[in-house]
């Protein structure tokens, strides 16, 4: 099955800077990629998403990139700022497994003022 | 729209004892996914539904855990007897079935804690 592996598993970084967490995944057949930030006592909530067919997606400070031959995705924070410290996760969508949704061991966010 | 409702938000029991937990995905929703999110790790996937169906429960402890999709909608979990290691945070998730993958949303989760 799916497993998917993130890094790092904790980040600090001062307000201001880029923050920039990797994913790997196993499954050459997961054509979705979600990440979801997570706050200290709620729920998982997607920030952005990228699908197979598209290397680069961009929303305001967010961005994703993904390399299918690598098998690799990483979530991109520029200009971070305090509230965007959390808990981030990455996961991967495989449609052959009926869409299971495979999720990272997360990456812990600290942003400095 | 009304989003994935979870309860009870906390539950304490002894060690041996049974809980269950309930969750209502969001409606039209036929993808249902039950996760285990134990302190300071991902979620991982205990069960996903498609409509009543199961997928894939492959990372169930069928000898302790149960869970139902009846008429495929709401769904409970039920953990009997509970051991220490069940203590956890558990998140319900649903999503739209079809090929176009989609958001999923997850609900609050169930706070379990076994003494």
């Known amino acids: 099955g799916e497993n998917v592996e993130q890094h790092p598993s904790t980040l600090s970084v001062q307000e201001g800077d880029s923050a920039v967490i990797k994913c790997t995944y196993s499954?050459?057949?997961?054509?979705?990629f979600p990440w979801y930030k997570q706050e200290l006592g709620k729920r998982p909530q997607l920030i952005i998403d990228i699908r197979s067919n598209v290397g680069e997606k961009k929303d305001q400070r967010i961005a994703v990139t993904l390399n299918k031959t690598a098998k690799h995705f990483s979530l991109h924070i520029t200009e971070t700022q305090p509230e965007d410290s959390a808990v981030y996760f990455c996961a991967a969508s495989t449609p052959v497994a009926g869409n299971k949704l495979t999720f990272g061991g997360g990456t812990r966010v600290l942003v400095k003022p | 729209e009304a989003g994935v409702a979870q309860s009870p938000r906390y539950k304490i029991i002894e060690k041996r004892q049974s809980v269950a937990f309930w969750c209502n995905p969001i409606?039209?929703?036929?993808?249902l996914y039950w996760y285990q999110q134990i302190l300071g790790q991902g979620p991982k996937l205990l069960i996903q539904?498609?409509?009543?169906?199961?997928?894939?429960d492959s990372q169930l402890p069928k000898d302790r855990f149960s869970a139902e999709r009846l008429k495929g909608v709401d769904s409970t979990l039920k953990i009997q007897p509970a051991k220490l290691e069940d203590s956890a945070v558990y998140l319900c998730?649903?999503?739209?079935?079809?090929?176009?993958?989609?958001?999923?949303?997850f609900g609050q989760g169930t706070r379990l804690t076994v003494v």
């Open positions: 998730a649903s999503r739209p079935a079809g090929a176009l993958n989609t958001e999923a949303f």
């Open positions: 499954d050459s057949a997961s054509n979705y």
């Open positions: 539904f498609q409509n009543n169906g199961v997928v894939d």
């Open positions: 409606s039209g929703h036929a993808t």
